[in-house]
């Protein structure tokens, strides 16, 4: 699988909580799932990704405590699988989180980093997020995982922030 897509890292979602069964049941079933299938991931070498989303009412790991905790009750029940934060810094800064200090906490259980800008989801530069200062910290600490844009709030061109950037990195 991963010659073929080149990609090593999966995001699986934890889920929606219901009111049909107690909450703990169902994070319960979702850290058990979570290692089943990092399990089974790593028979290709993959490693399953643990997101935040902060927009979501009803998503399972809305705060950073769910995250650490899901990734701390998943990886516990995991046999061989690996499992990683997804540090998504759009998600992150709704819920308040200080980036730059969770990731000098938890940067070693950072898989992928997914950069939009606050407040409106923009590319880095955009807005008020330090992204270039984020990404010179998590190369700086050995981070060699991918960096990926998820922004979709741009005029006409989703690179304009490009030039801006280089010019600053000079």
Do not use: K
Not at 47 to 71: A, F, M, P
Not at 77 to 98: E, N
Not at 100 to 128: K, N, T, Y
Request: glycine share 8%; hydrophobic share 40%.
């Amino acid at each position: 699988m991963i010659a073929e897509t080149g990609c090593s890292t999966l995001n699986v979602p934890h889920g929606n909580l219901t009111d049909a069964e107690p909450e703990q049941v169902q994070r319960d079933r979702a850290h058990r799932r979570m290692a089943q299938i990092a399990d089974e991931l790593a028979e290709w070498g993959a490693t399953l990704l643990v997101e935040q989303l902060s927009n979501i009412d009803t998503y399972g790991v809305r705060t950073v405590e769910q995250l650490l905790e899901t990734v701390r009750e998943a990886r516990a029940l995991c046999d061989r699988g690996s499992i990683a934060i997804q540090f998504d810094t759009w998600h992150l800064a709704r819920a308040g989180v200080d980036l730059e200090a969770f990731f000098l906490e938890h940067g070693d259980d950072a898989g992928h980093i997914q950069i939009g800008d606050m407040p409106d989801r923009g590319g880095p530069g955009m807005g008020s997020l330090p992204i270039a200062a984020l990404i010179d910290s998590a190369l700086a600490r050995g981070y060699r995982g991918r960096i990926a844009l998820e922004y979709s709030h741009f005029d006409t061109d989703p690179f304009q922030w490009m030039p801006a950037w280089y010019a600053a990195a000079d």
